[in-house]
């Protein structure tokens, strides 16, 4: 199993969280909330107004979302959907928990520290001018900025 921080259209409520929930993808399972230790600027871009965090520490706000484990299957199909290696990179980034509450959890699957390491998927190919958009703490597809997401693939 693999910890990966989502942080956008995957997060509970979201447009896409669908796809965390179908286990034909395969095995996700919800382990808590957390946010990046370090600052990243996270922007809505794109016509589709994808979130994108983009790969430039310590510039923005570290970023709130969900920490899930997840089986092989999982991993190579959120692969796919991020379009990784193209569009997204995924790499392993340090997380503070805020709050755990896997229910399902073994003893050897509870984190020691308050910081553990988990895949994210950020983008190091990004226009420019993205550096100038607001920056996000928190993605909200329903959220005030009045950008909400808009799905380009048919996943289910």
Known sequence: MHRIFVYGTLKEGQPNYHIMTNRKHGKALFRGTGRTEDKYPLVIAEK??????????????????????????????LDEFESC?????????????????????????????????????????????????????????YGTHGLPYQSHLDTQ
């Open 85 to 141: 290696p193209d569009m997204y990179q995924r790499t392993i980034k340090r997380i503070e928990i805020l709050e755990w509450g896997g229910k399902e959890d073994s003893p050897e699957e509870r984190p020691a520290a308050n910081t553990i390491e988990c895949f994210v998927y950020s983008t190091t190919s990004y226009k420019a001018e993205w550096l100038n958009l607001t920056y996000h703490d928190c993605y909200d597809s």
């Open 48 to 77: 589709a107004n994808v979130p994108f965090l983009l790969e430039v520490p310590g510039t923005g706000h570290r970023i709130a979302g969900e920490i899930y484990m997840v089986d092989d299957q999982m991993l190579q199909f």
